[in-house]
């Protein structure tokens, strides 16, 4: 402090000896000694201080304007748990019709994508040889021979197969003649032909009827192959 200045103890600017407040900080200025020769009390009425004063009020006063101002500017964060639309089932989430099961039981249908691993012949004979049927044919009758063989991609692994024979109705309708269960088939596992044959067809068309049939091959309850043949 100096005769005609006064160092604020806040900033330390220095300001006028008469003053009470700071002119730059707007704290309380008491120097060391007798009051200075400015006017008096606890509200500065001198220009200079009150300058500083309304200078610092007008800043506050400016910053919370400002602060309102850009407060208004930014919008509220939506509410997720109120404006996120509720997801709208999709068609193939309805439910599905039932479907009425078929009377006829098999591990795989007529016409099913599951690849099968073998194919089904029919024919009028056996070569002794291939195994494979000879005469080929679908269709029979009362005095024919009724042979079919089995072709796989890969060995039986086992020694009895089952088929299944199964009639088809005019309307679409299956029916079991011959059921898998009790059909047991003798064949060599490390083969992957076998051939059967009947002399005879009559006594399959006494048993079965005529008609259109399916005929399925099986390895326990895995199908192996099916064919198509007829009876008239």
Known sequence: MTGDTVECFNCGHANPSWAQVCRSCGAPIRPDGPAGIGPGGIIPTDQASLISMGGTVGAIVLAIVLGLFL?????????????????????????????????????????????????????????????????????????????????????????????EVIRVADDGGLTVVQPREGSDLTVQADLMVAGFRVADAAGLIDAWGTGNFILRVYRGVELLAEGRFSFS
């Open 71 to 163: 407060s208004g500017l930014i919008p509220d964060a939506p509410n997720v748990a109120t404006e996120t639309p509720s997801p709208t089932p999709s068609a193939s989430a309805s439910a599905s019709p039932s479907v009425e099961p078929s009377s006829v039981e098999s591990a795989a249908p007529s016409g099913s994508a599951v690849p099968l691993i073998g194919t089904v012949t029919f024919g009028t004979g056996i070569d002794p040889d291939t195994r494979a049927v000879t005469g080929a044919t679908s269709s029979f009758s009362a005095g024919v021979a009724f042979a079919h063989s089995i072709q796989l991609i890969e060995p039986f692994a086992v020694n009895v197969i089952q088929e």
